[in-house]
Nanobody
Framework: VQLQASGGRLVQAGGSLSLSCAASGLTFSTSAMGWFRQAPGKEREFVAAISSRASTTYYADSVKGRFTISRDNARNMVTLQMNSLKPEETAVYYC?????????????????WGQGTQVTVSS
């Protein structure tokens, strides 16, 4: 299984960024997907998740209304659209996949992880 996250870069506070994750080697259409982030010296934290058929989305309270997770099962891709970014959201962002169809906010519930993409939000 490979999860290739991309799209991270330097962006100014208040700006927008779209992250993508391309998946291969798994049955993507039956896998829930999630995005997590980890800042230096901090634990990995949940950002957003989406069920296998995109019927349900889940968000951390801190990103509700600003971030949107979506998926394209025909292309085996999941996207995280991030708006109104804040400097404290500077982190490495990881995509993750579950063998189950229901999303989760717990990192331990995910079976596969990508390598991460760096997002830096300048003030």
């Amino acid at each position: 299984v490979q999860l290739q996250a991309s799209g991270g870069r330097l962006v100014q506070a208040g700006g927008s960024l779209s992250l993508s994750c391309a998946a291969s080697g798994l049955t993507f259409s039956t896998s829930a997907m999630g995005w997590f982030r980890q800042a230096p010296g901090k634990e990995r934290e949940f950002v957003a998740a989406i069920s296998s058929r995109a019927s349900t989305t889940y968000y951390a309270d801190s990103v509700k209304g600003r971030f949107t997770i979506s998926r394209d099962n025909a292309r085996n891709m999941v996207t995280l659209q991030m708006n109104s970014l804040k400097p404290e959201e500077t982190a490495v962002y990881y995509c993750a996949a579950r063998r189950l169809s229901i999303g989760s906010s717990y990192p331990a519930h995910y079976d596969y992880w990508g390598q991460g993409t760096q997002v830096t939000v300048s003030s």
